[in-house]
């Protein structure tokens, strides 16, 4: 495969990657802002599978060779020190 292709997917796939860890972390915000305390049960199970679900785009993404590892466990852990903020704002209210 050509490198310029190789490099404008890798390019595509990171930017889809960090667009739906966004998306988890703004679904996750709204839930706090409007429905539920982080302790509900249902809090937990959207953020389990929304996280699972983004773990399993990130393993694909390495496994086609669009993405290093390392970047893929950034996004993640990026993600969870978001999210770990938006629940301390949260519980301080």
Do not use: W
Not at 3 to 17: H, P, R
């Amino acid at each position: 495969m050509d490198t310029k292709i190789q490099l404008s997917y890798q390019e595509k796939a990171l930017e889809l990657l960090k667009n739906d860890a966004e998306k988890i972390a703004q679904l996750i915000k709204v839930q706090m802002d409007n429905l539920t305390m982080p302790q509900c049960p249902l809090y937990e199970e959207v953020l389990d599978t929304q996280m699972f679900g983004l773990s399993r785009e990130i393993d694909f993404a390495v496994k086609l060779g669009l993405l290093e590892r390392s970047e893929g466990k950034e996004i993640i852990a990026s993600l969870e020190q978001e999210l770990s903020v938006l629940h301390d704002i949260h519980t301080e209210k």
